[in-house]
């Protein structure tokens, strides 16, 4: 009966516009509760630093059901899982918004870990099946999924100052629904004949593709944790240091929103980088980047801070193609799916550890400018898989005709 009902999926595919606007909601809808955090605190009688420790949840699930997200599109199709992916999303996200409890309101942010979760590891795996202009196509999906995280302050903002934190959960919750509705009907007849056997592919993994791994393994727990906490303290941090400029949250939600969606651009740069130069090298100078400005942005307050967490973001966005871009060489497409589904785990198990770690953090009396010198200090790591990293004879190739 299964087989049936799924057969209509299996052998689809979608242009490359619907996966990214999938992407985009996959972010937005993970990160209403960074905004709005503050006020279901206050509704349910918690501090800020003690209502994010329950957003954890959430992100843990997020991450770690990514390899079964992963064996369900093997088992059963690509297509179908991202159907699924948009209705569960909805669905969690209404949930949230007609909470009566705390406990109904971590049950919620779990549903939508769970669905949330199979984009990255099925949504990718779609995206990067055609082998052209992978790092370019990375870019603008990476840019869809940080404006994404953009949006999620703004219009959470937006809705705080017409209604209530539930009211920004409903909302998002029926468009997801709608658009998924969307998404399905969008979807076609797969003509790419190309996948190989599960036997092949194993033999067409790449030469030291255990050594990359093993690279892009460090390089993505680092990036992990540096992104979660990037794109989750930055709105609540721009409040604390802004006031000279706004107290109003909706025009600090403005302002960070303003430096997500700028700096993700800086993804479409780097996938056309990585399309003709060595991503190794790219990496290397995206890591150091990352130490420098993520380092900066702890020391400075108002229109200053705006500018230094401007291009932190711009070296932490512009990470995020190149692993997949630098997998999609290594590892064929049959097996893309389940490796994208462990690099995903990885990376956002360990970005969920930064909301117990930041409440921690925050309540023994730290500040904010600690948890960002700290991020600095993680960012070295990424230098040091870069430079762990092997570097492929195509890359070598490239670089000498460069060089000559």
């Known amino acids: 009966m299964i087989d049936s009902l799924t057969r209509p999926f299996r052998g689809k595919t979608v242009d490359d516009i619907y996966i990214n606007i999938s992407h985009f909601l996959d972010h937005f809808i993970m990160l209403i509760f960074a905004k709005a955090a503050y006020d279901a605190g206050r509704h349910f009688g918690f501090s800020y630093d003690e209502i994010i420790v329950y957003g954890a949840v959430g992100f843990v699930l997020f991450g770690g059901m990514a390899p079964f997200a992963a064996q369900l ?71 869809f999924g940080n404006f994404g995280v953009a949006a999620a302050p703004l219009i959470t903002g937006l809705l705080l100052t017409i209604g209530d934190w539930q009211l920004c959960f409903i909302i998002p919750g029926l468009f997801c629904i709608a658009y998924g509705v969307a998404f ?39 990036g992990g944790f540096i992104f979660g906490a990037m794109t989750f303290i930055v709105p609540r941090y721009f409040e604390i240091s802004m006031v000279s400029l706004s107290t109003s949250v909706a025009v600090t ?17 780097v996938g056309w980088l990585i399309d003709r130069y060595s991503p190794r090298n790219v990496l290397l100078t995206m890591a150091i980047g990352q130490v420098v400005f993520i ?110």
């Open 295 to 404: 380092y900066l942005a702890a020391q400075f307050n108002n229109l200053a801070l705006f500018f230094a967490m401007l291009l932190a973001m711009s070296f932490v966005f512009g990470q995020i193609p190149i692993t997949d871009a630098i997998l999609s060489r290594y590892v064929p497409d049959a097996w893309r799916a389940r490796v994208f589904s462990v690099k995903f785990m990885l990376n956002l198990s360990i970005g969920a550890s930064v909301l117990p770690i930041c409440g921690i953090i925050l309540q023994t009396g730290y500040s904010m400018t600690h948890l960002f010198t700290l991020m600095s200090a993680i960012a070295t790591l990424i230098v040091i898989a870069a430079i762990v990293l092997p570097q492929q004879q195509s890359d070598q190739r490239i670089d000498h005709a460069l060089t000559k």
């Open 253 to 269: 939600g403005l302002l960070a929103a303003l430096v997500y969606a700028v700096a993700s651009f800086s993804q479409i740069a």
């Open 73 to 143: 599109a093997d088992r059963f199709s690509r297509s179908l899982l991202m159907v699924i992916f948009h209705f569960g999303i909805g669905f969690g996200a209404i949930m949230a918004g007609i909470s009566q409890s705390i406990g109904q309101l971590i049950t919620a942010l779990g549903v939508i870990g769970i669905f949330a979760a199979i984009y990255h590891p099925v949504g990718i795996a779609m995206l990067v099946k055609s082998n052209k202009l992978i790092g370019f196509r990375l870019g603008v999906n990476g840019v």
């Open 184 to 222: 399905a009907r969008a979807l076609k007849d797969d003509t790419d004949n190309t996948s190989k056997s599960r036997t092949s592919a194993v033999e067409s993994f790449a030469p030291n593709w255990k050594r990359a791994l093993a690279a892009l393994a460090l390089s993505t727990a680092s």
